[in-house]
């Protein structure tokens, strides 16, 4: 459940230090960010950021510092252990041994779900993301595009009501990264998620955001962000639209402050 407010994620003075050998890096400072119930997110910025870091740290895998972190109305860890969210990474981690299907079941399994169940829950989320016909193949017979989309699913597959997808796109060429955008703004629509990308590519955070929140290194913090009033569904005739290159524009100029600010 969101907050009365309408925020599904809310971080507040967020800091992250890490402990090396002989020093101490403070990866991210003072952050403060709300996403939205529904709505579909960007952060982006410099390698070395945080920008993982603090999806993460949303994701109760890395422990804040000092902050307060709030997802659907409760803390990170009760939403983890109520399995709210659905994690994407940059690599789609199948296993190479198992099936489409089976591994789209992965996470039911861990989650005690029996064998029929896990079996229609899993081809439903096949169906969702267009890979019906390929359930029983494996992933080596799977293209770069293929194997991204059965990671979707496999984040997908619980039901969760936020998404983290952490450069899922990352590696592919750009045609197929673009039409992997087009895949990944309907299958969010239809499983009425809350989603929060980190990304690179400031084309794909105009594409397929809502709000995108722009962060600078030394150390990792937020310090702009940026609406993207882009009528949905968004098609790749949109990247020839003299809207989409102002906002990149805009997004550029931003990053380039960011970068300034460091």
């Known amino acids: 459940m969101s907050e009365p407010d309408g925020s599904a994620i ?3 003075n967020i800091s992250k230090i890490f402990q090396l050998r002989d020093r101490q890096f403070v990866a991210l400072q003072g952050i403060d960010l709300t996403v939205r119930d529904g709505e579909f997110c960007s952060i982006i910025g410099p390698s070395g950021c945080g920008k993982s870091t603090l999806l993460r ?18 803390s990170a860890a009760d939403a983890r252990k109520r399995r709210q969210f659905g994690f994407v990474f940059q690599e789609p981690a199948l ?9 789209v079941e992965l996470p039911l399994i861990v989650a005690g779900v029996h064998a029929e169940e896990r079996r229609q829950r899993a081809e439903a989320m096949l ?4 890979l019906s016909e390929f359930s029983e193949a494996h992933p080596a017979q799977l293209s770069g595009g293929m194997a991204r989309r059965v990671a979707i699913a ?29 895949e990944l703004q309907r299958i969010w629509g239809s ?8 990304t690179h590519n400031v084309g794909e955070a105009v594409f397929l955001s ?26 790749l005739d949109l990247l020839q639209d003299q809207r989409f290159f ?17």
């Open 127 to 130: 169906a969702l993301v267009g």
């Open 210 to 235: 809502d709000r995108v929140f722009v962060m600078a290194t030394g150390p990792g913090r937020v310090v702009s962000e940026l609406a993207i009033a882009l009528p949905r569904p968004r098609t």
């Open 10 to 12: 809310v971080l507040s």
């Open 154 to 182: 496999r984040g997908l597959v619980l039901g969760p009501q936020v998404l983290l997808l952490d450069e899922p796109f990352g590696g592919l060429d750009e045609i197929t990264r673009q039409r992997m955008n087009v």
């Open 191 to 198: 499983a009425r998620t809350t989603a929060c990308l980190v």
């Open 95 to 103: 296993l190479p041994w198992l099936t489409t299907r089976a591994n």
């Open 57 to 74: 740290i949303v994701a109760d895998v890395v422990a804040p510092t000092s902050g307060r972190v709030k997802v659907l109305g409760g």
């Open 246 to 262: 102002e906002y990149s524009s805009r997004l550029v100029g931003l990053l380039g402050l960011a970068g300034s600010a460091t």
